[in-house]
């Protein structure tokens, strides 16, 4: 008998015995399933999280103009209205979000929606930048 045939029969196979081999096997196997991966389920994976990024970083925009319109609820109310005229340096009266209304919640909307991502986002980002400048402002 030949010594590859007596292997066999003891139950050890020639991929056992050479453990480069068998890595060479493993590594050409993975890579064959990746590349399953890569052509049939990779791209929808990819598209989910996109979509699932998009739809949070848009929530936060929906949920600050939520708050803004909120806060001017709150401060037109004729409680306030009156701590507002009584203490003006205590009470600041919020105004109208006109802006967030008419620009950002449409933007939101959209880029939520998956319709003109890129200049929706970049007004997003505008505004976010915009209101950083005034904070980092207010700070000097």
Sequence with gaps: MSQG???NLAGTSHAQKHPLRK???TSKAHLHVRNIL???GSSTITQAAASAARLLVCSYFLN???EEC???AQMATPEMREKTARFPDHYIAAPFPILSILLLLPCATLAAAGIHVRTA???LMMDMTRDTIILLWQQL
């Design 5 to 7: 045939h007596h292997s």
């Design 23 to 25: 890595a060479v096997q």
């Design 38 to 40: 890569s052509r049939t």
């Design 64 to 66: 600050s103009i939520y």
């Design 70 to 72: 909120e806060a001017y």
């Design 121 to 123: 986002a970049t007004v």
